[in-house]
């Protein structure tokens, strides 16, 4: 049984969790520390990087995750200051095995971010960090990517509990014990020791393709110091444990046999594959995926006729659903198919997927085994290589460090935005939006205005954010919610937001929720018409608008026959519609309103789109805009 399929630390932060029980780990890491300063000053005396890419594998989840970062970030930065030279951007790679908890490593960076700016003052450049799931006993980098590896408290885990541990009849060799103990026989040992150094010879052989010429890596793992396996200086806890299994096998004689349990089902996850959640329920954003397949295939055809042998590739907004790497396989099947028309050699393929920290990125990353092994048995042996990394953050802001991405893809998200907007309130605390949860037919001018400007500022970011990141000539492909008419109260995107808000008002009417709650809630979603989205790029100036599509989708694509005809049963439609909004508002509503109303809320939701259904045929305006990086 291969480890990475079930080892990971306790994740979250309850009382028997890695992040509450990790101190032995951190005093390693403090005793290591002056190693690591030294290694990592000698080669930044050596090299001077402007950027300084570093990698920490076997990060866990817990307060010591980012402590390593922190010691060399400062190391660094003291240096630069000391001789007077500004300090590098740092790329940081967080790596463990994909059933790691990432989600609540991630959700710690936001306060990172911020302790470094606080720290190290503005004049302290960005610090881009990115979560890379995988074993690290095999390749996890491109080429010659890393200048520095960092590893502590990981390598005395194997990849596997050793092969050969049985005899030829099923006869177990090691028993009594859940590891090498003094009454394990030599062939135990022997086992392990083999297992050990398979491991560790490709670990090491992984490291040097990925690693700069004269980079530098420090592991700390447990040893021992004696030749003897056997010697109380490294099994002794494994023999407490294996007694107290044994006490609990006496003890119980109905016991299942330890040795028979199967850890890959005790181990098994749910994640966020519920009812209610989004990779049940995105449908309408896959049928959007499918739509803009063929911008998304053109701009990739024209990017790669510059024949790059690397295509770094960024997805903005990726969230954890099936569709998450949809568009990353069709990217790859239209590259794949240009350079076997043209008799090339496969490019290597580093791809980002990007959402907020609070994205379920656990769930996402424990889809990558299957889409590795898909890429396997699709493109062959002479596919290259292909390495997936989360990076977390708001795409309202800098992500990536300078022109390090070739193509850039969102989509369904750029019509959310950065925040609700200010100033939907009088001075006097008074609500402008009164009745609504988004911009709708009563609200006051105000309401659009602000609405309208937070788009413009968020989007402007968006754009120059990119345009730093991207590589001259690179391509940018997005995906939004818009509208085709210039006024802002357009039925077009007016009904899905009217509803929700009818919705709670007759839960108010019948006082089961607070009417001044509901005037204080309101939604940062703005669908911009085409003229704001083109004049907002030309504002910016830094990208050539290319092909601008517009598209119209059903609230439940599944209505639509090939004709265009409207079929289905409404009710299950209204509350298919429902369900995705459910799956993408319910984390704000929770937050605003409690948890108690949820199910009641989208019930009556439900029927609300189900009775507008009845009547039309509503569909949603989706903008299309392909983008080309200036030089």
């Given at each position: ?136 006993y095999g390749r996890l980098f491109p080429d010659s990517s890393l200048h520095f590896i960092h590893s502590a408290a990981s390598l005395h885990w194997l990849f596997q509990v050793p092969p050969l541990l049985e005899s030829e009849n099923g006869i177990t060799l090691n028993k009594g014990n859940v590891y090498i103990g003094k009454s394990s026989p030599p062939l135990v040992f022997k086992a392990y ?97 499918q739509k803009a397949k063929h911008a998304v295939e053109k701009a990739i055809q024209e990017l790669y006729c510059t024949f790059p042998d690397s295509l770094s590739i960024a997805d903005l907004g990726c969230s954890s659903g099936p569709n998450t790497l949809l568009v990353i396989s069709e990217i790859i099947d239209t590259v794949d198919g240009i350079r076997l028309h043209l008799r090339r050699p ?264 189900a009775d507008h259904m009845s009547k039309e045929n509503p569909k949603h305006v989706n903008l299309v805009v392909s983008m080309t990086k200036r030089g």
């Amino acid at each position: 049984m291969e480890v990475q399929q079930v080892l990971h630390m306790t994740a979250g932060a309850g009382d028997t969790s890695y992040v509450n029980n990790s101190s032995l780990q951190r005093t390693a890491i403090d005793k290591a520390k002056p190693i690591v300063i030294n290694a990592i000053l000698d080669l930044f005396k050596a090299a001077s990087p402007e950027m300084l890419s570093i990698a920490d594998l076997g990060c866990s989840s817990g307060p010591n995750t980012l402590l390593v970062i922190s010691e060399i970030i400062n190391a660094i930065d003291g240096r630069c200051r000391d001789i007077g030279r500004s300090s590098p951007e740092f790329r940081v790679f967080l790596n463990d095995l994909y059933s790691n908890d990432f989600n609540t490593l991630f959700r710690s960076l936001p306060s990172f971010h911020e302790k470094l700016r606080k720290e190290r003052g503005n004049g302290f450049r960005p610090c881009y960090l990115a979560g890379v799931p995988g074993s690290f006993y095999g390749r996890l980098f491109p080429d010659s990517s890393l200048h520095f590896i960092h590893s502590a408290a990981s390598l005395h885990w194997l990849f596997q509990v050793p092969p050969l541990l049985e005899s030829e009849n099923g006869i177990t060799l090691n028993k009594g014990n859940v590891y090498i103990g003094k009454s394990s026989p030599p062939l135990v040992f022997k086992a392990y020791l083999e297992q050990f150094q398979r491991d560790f010879s490709l670990f090491l052989s992984s490291r040097s393709r990925e690693m700069v010429a004269g980079g530098r890596m420090v592991l700390a793992l447990l040893g021992r110091r004696s030749h003897d396996p056997y010697s109380g200086e490294c099994g002794v806890h494994w023999g407490l444990l294996a007694q107290s299994l044994n006490d609990m096998v006496s003890q119980n004689e109905n016991l299942r046999r330890i040795e028979d349990m199967d850890v890959e089902h005790v181990f098994h996850m749910n994640g966020g594959d519920g009812e209610a959640s989004y990779a049940q329920n995105s449908f309408l954003p896959k049928t959007a995926i499918q739509k803009a397949k063929h911008a998304v295939e053109k701009a990739i055809q024209e990017l790669y006729c510059t024949f790059p042998d690397s295509l770094s590739i960024a997805d903005l907004g990726c969230s954890s659903g099936p569709n998450t790497l949809l568009v990353i396989s069709e990217i790859i099947d239209t590259v794949d198919g240009i350079r076997l028309h043209l008799r090339r050699p496969s490019p290597e393929f580093r791809v980002f997927l990007n959402d907020l920290p609070s994205n379920d990125f656990n769930n996402l990353f424990r889809s990558l085994p299957g889409f590795y092994e898909k890429l396997k048995k699709e493109k062959g042996d002479d596919f290259g290589s292909c390495y997936v990394a989360g990076v977390p953050g708001s795409f309202y802001g800098r992500l990536f460090p300078y022109r390090s991405l070739h193509f850039v893809h969102s989509s369904y998200c750029l019509h959310w935005l950065s925040r609700v907007p200010p100033l939907l309130e009088t001075e006097n605390g008074i609500a402008l939006n009164k009745g609504n949860i988004c911009m709708g037919k009563s609200s006051h001018p105000l309401v659009f205005k602000a609405y309208s400007e937070q788009f413009n500022g968020d989007f402007s970011l968006f754009l120059s954010s990119r345009s730093v990141e991207i590589v001259e000539g690179g391509k940018m492909v997005i995906t939004l919610v818009g509208r085709t008419s210039p006024d802002p109260c357009s039925e077009e995107c007016r009904y899905v937001a009217e509803l929700l808000a009818l919705a709670l008002d007759d839960m108010v009417s019948e006082g089961m929720v607070e009417e001044a709650k509901v005037d204080s809630f309101n939604v940062p979603y703005y669908p911009p018409s085409i003229g704001e989205v083109k004049a907002a790029i030309e504002r910016e100036g830094s990208f050539d608008l290319g092909e601008l599509e517009i598209f119209k989708v059903s609230w439940d694509p599944s209505m639509d026959d090939d004709n265009g005809n409207f079929v289905c049963d409404k009710y299950a439609s209204g509350m298919k519609v429902a369900k995705f909004l459910r799956s993408v508002l319910e984390p704000m509503l929770v937050s605003h309103f409690g948890k108690a109303i949820i199910d009641d809320l989208f019930q009556r939701y439900g029927k609300k789109v189900a009775d507008h259904m009845s009547k039309e045929n509503p569909k949603h305006v989706n903008l299309v805009v392909s983008m080309t990086k200036r030089g």
